[in-house]
C-alpha cells in the first residue's frame, strides 16, 4: 500500500495520518497544492501553487499528477478535491486501477454551494470510499464512513502550567469562523459574568501560528469550541488531549450513536453563561474531570489508532 494523501491541508489531517501511516510501516506521503497552508502544518510537499496563474500552476500539476502515477496505488484526497477541476483526473486513476478515498470535512460537502456537494455524484461514480471527519456531515454522505480527526502525538505530552492558586477564571476560545462557531454568544456571556463581579479573563485566539497556540491552550481552566454545529472539531481535541475540559453543543443522537462516553460539557447559546457560572464555582471539581477528558482523546483521536483504521488490509478504509 503506497499512499498519497492530498492536495489540501484541512487541520492538519494529511500531515498527521501521513506520519502516521509511515510510523506504521507504509508508504505514505502528504502534498498540498491547492490552499495556503496557514497554521503552518509540516506536510511532506508544501507548494505554494495557489498563488501562481494557471498557464505555470497546471502544467506542474500534470507533472506532479503524472509522476504520482507511477509511485502510489491509494490517493486519499482531502476536501472534495483531487489534482484537477472538477475532479476530472479521477476516471482516469479508476481506469488505472488506483484506488480513490474521498474525505470529507465540512463546508464542501455540508453546504448547498460547496464544491463538492455540486460534484457529489460524479464523485461517487469514480471513487472508491467516502470518509468524513464528523459524524453529522453523514446525513449529507450515505454510506461513508465516520474517521475521527486526528491530533499530533505530541500534544498528549503531559507538560502543563500549573492553574492551582490562580483566582482568574481563564476561557480560551479559537474560533475559525466567528459565526459559525457562535463566538458573540460566548463574549456576552463572559461580559455578563464580570458584569455580576466574576473574575475571568477570555482568550480569543484566531489566526495564530501553530508553534504559538499550544502556551494558550495551556493557560485555560476551560476550552469553549462551538455553540451551533453539533459536534467538536480538532481544536476541542487539542485541548482533550492536554487534559482540558471543553464546552460546545453537541447533538444528543449523534452522541448517543457515535460516542456516548463523551465527556464535552454540552451548551447551547442559551444556557452558556449558566454553565460557565457553575464551572467557576465549581473549579476544583472541573480540575478532577481532567484525566477523563485526556483519556477519551487517547483512545479516540491518536493519529496511530485513525491510521490502522486506514491500512488495515482488506477492511481498510
Known amino acids: 500500500m503506497r499512499v498519497l494523501l492530498a492536495p489540501k491541508e484541512i487541520a492538519g489531517q494529511s500531515s498527521?495520518?501521513?506520519?502516521?501511516?509511515?510510523?506504521?510501516?507504509?508508504?505514505?506521503?502528504?502534498i498540498n497544492?491547492?490552499?495556503?497552508?496557514?497554521?503552518?502544518?509540516?506536510?511532506?510537499?508544501?507548494?505554494?501553487?495557489?498563488?501562481?496563474?494557471?498557464?505555470?500552476?497546471?502544467?506542474?500539476?500534470?507533472?506532479?499528477?503524472?509522476?504520482?502515477?507511477?509511485i502510489f496505488d491509494t490517493f486519499h484526497f482531502h476536501g472534495g478535491e483531487s489534482f484537477f477541476w472538477r475532479s476530472l483526473d479521477l476516471p482516469i486513476l479508476k481506469l488505472l486501477g488506483k484506488k480513490v478515498v474521498i474525505h470529507f470535512h465540512g463546508s464542501e460537502i455540508r453546504?448547498?454551494?460547496g464544491i463538492a456537494r455540486r460534484n457529489f455524484?460524479?464523485?461517487?461514480?469514480?471513487s472508491h470510499k467516502f470518509v468524513v471527519a464528523t459524524p453529522d456531515l453523514l446525513e449529507f454522505v450515505p454510506g461513508a464512513i465516520y474517521l475521527p480527526?486526528?491530533?499530533?502525538?505530541?500534544?498528549?505530552?503531559?507538560?502543563?502550567?500549573?492553574?492551582?492558586?490562580?483566582?482568574?477564571?481563564?476561557i480560551v476560545h479559537a474560533p475559525t469562523s466567528r459565526a459559525l462557531k457562535g463566538t458573540?454568544?460566548?463574549?456576552?456571556?463572559?461580559?455578563?459574568?464580570?458584569?455580576?463581579?466574576?473574575?475571568?479573563?477570555?482568550?480569543?485566539?484566531?489566526?495564530i501560528n501553530r508553534q504559538e497556540i499550544r502556551r494558550f491552550y495551556e493557560k485555560a481552566d476551560v476550552f469553549v469550541d462551538q455553540l451551533l454545529i453539533g459536534w467538536y472539531g480538532v481544536a476541542a481535541i487539542e485541548n482533550m488531549a492536554l487534559?482540558?475540559?471543553?464546552?460546545?453543543?453537541?447533538?444528543?443522537?449523534?452522541?448517543?450513536?457515535?460516542?456516548?462516553?463523551?465527556?464535552?460539557?454540552?451548551?447551547?447559546?442559551e444556557t452558556i453563561e449558566g454553565i460557565l457560572e457553575d464551572l467557576i464555582k465549581r473549579k476544583s471539581y472541573l480540575n478532577s474531570q481532567r484525566k477523563m477528558f485526556r483519556d477519551y482523546t487517547i483512545k479516540n483521536h491518536h493519529p496511530l489508532s485513525n491510521a490502522e483504521k486506514l491500512s488495515n488490509g482488506d477492511n481498510s478504509i
Open 33 to 70: 497544492f491547492a490552499v495556503e497552508n496557514k497554521y503552518g502544518y509540516k506536510l511532506d510537499y508544501d507548494l505554494p501553487l495557489w498563488k501562481y496563474p494557471a498557464i505555470f500552476r497546471y502544467p506542474i500539476k500534470i507533472l506532479i499528477f503524472i509522476s504520482s502515477l507511477f
Open 149 to 170: 480527526d486526528s491530533v499530533d502525538e505530541g500534544w498528549f505530552s503531559k507538560e502543563e502550567e500549573s492553574k492551582k492558586g490562580r483566582e482568574e477564571f481563564v
Open 111 to 113: 453546504n448547498s454551494n
Open 243 to 269: 487534559g482540558n475540559p471543553v464546552i460546545a453543543y453537541i447533538d444528543r443522537d449523534l452522541k448517543k450513536e457515535f460516542a456516548p462516553d463523551l465527556p464535552i460539557i454540552n451548551a447551547t447559546k
Open 184 to 207: 458573540k454568544h460566548i463574549i456576552a456571556a463572559c461580559v455578563g459574568l464580570k458584569k455580576r463581579g466574576y473574575r475571568i479573563k477570555l482568550i480569543l485566539l484566531e489566526q
Open 121 to 126: 455524484y460524479f464523485l461517487q461514480r469514480n
Open 16 to 30: 498527521i495520518l501521513s506520519k502516521a501511516l509511515r510510523d506504521l510501516g507504509v508508504f505514505a506521503r502528504s
